[in-house]
């Protein structure tokens, strides 16, 4: 039996858009018809969860030093 194939973040295509308030926002391009599309999904979560983590962590930085 053969492995699946791993579908890291940086495999997926990434869009920018701009969000109703005017700001850019980067996003993970998934294609429904993919044959891996699990595992696109689960790649796009991952990088979105660790993205969301580095910006609340930096926040929360930031108020601890307001320098």
């Known amino acids: 039996m053969t492995e699946a ?11 920018r858009v701009v969000a109703s308030d005017g700001s850019v926002i980067q996003m993970k391009v998934v294609q429904a018809e993919s044959p891996t599309l699990g595992a696109d999904l689960l790649a796009a979560f991952r990088s979105n969860v660790r993205r969301i983590r580095e910006d609340r962590r930096d ?3 930031a108020a601890q030093n307001p320098s």
């Open 5 to 15: 194939r791993k579908t890291r973040p940086s495999d997926l295509p990434t869009k």
């Open 59 to 61: 926040r929360q930085r």
